[in-house]
């Protein structure tokens, strides 16, 4: 019975191996048998304009992705959405010059937005950026009181950083002092 049993689990699992997928098919009448799982699912939810919680918090996934614009184009739509998380890519997005321009500004009010909206990142970000004064008036007062909203909220890197007396290096490479730099 039990060799019965493994015999036939083979012969399913083999045959559902070799199974074709079903193809997807839109007309007028809508989509049949679409695409629901990988970059596909996110391309098409990205045209239509999808920006549920579920959706949005599959946003990393794009980034992975080659296709850099089509990321942005996706984390912006959650970011206007309220999607805080989606805030704070779209300012790493700005900040690197992933889909677009490098536009420090930009990536200073995503970061004040998703700060405004309580997200702990986002004080955190938005606190480095007025103390160093990178797309934002230089306001180091007001910096350190969002590193430390963010370091009660419990985020380690802003507990780092408070407890190295908010010596910026203590949490930023050199390779980007370049950014930090004030324009002469």
Not at 33 to 60: F, H, W
Not at 109 to 136: E, P, Y
Not at 168 to 181: F, G, I, Q, R
Request: aromatic residues 10%; glycine residues 8%.
């Amino acid at each position: 019975m039990r060799r019965f049993v493994l015999t036939l689990a083979m012969f399913i699992m083999t045959n559902i191996s070799h199974a074709e997928m079903p193809v997807t098919i839109e007309d007028n009448f809508g989509v049949l048998n679409p695409q629901d799982t990988g970059v596909q699912m996110l391309k098409r939810k990205i045209e239509m304009g999808v920006t549920d919680s579920v959706t949005c918090a599959l946003g990393y996934n794009v980034t992975k992705y080659t296709n850099q614009k089509l990321a942005r184009k996706f984390s912006r739509q959650c970011a206007e959405a309220g999607y805080t998380k989606a805030m704070t890519w779209m300012s790493h997005r700005e900040d690197n010059g992933l889909g677009g321009d490098y536009n420090p500004d930009a990536a200073a009010k995503w970061d004040r937005r998703a700060s405004q909206a309580g997200d702990t990142v986002g004080k955190f970000n938005h606190g480095l950026n007025l103390m160093r004064g990178h797309g934002i008036a230089k306001d180091e007062v007001a910096g350190r009181s969002f590193i430390d909203q963010a370091a009660k909220d419990g985020l380690a890197i802003a507990k780092r950083l408070k407890g190295a007396d908010y010596d910026l290096d203590e949490v930023t490479p050199d390779s980007d002092n370049w950014k930090y730099a004030p324009f002469y």
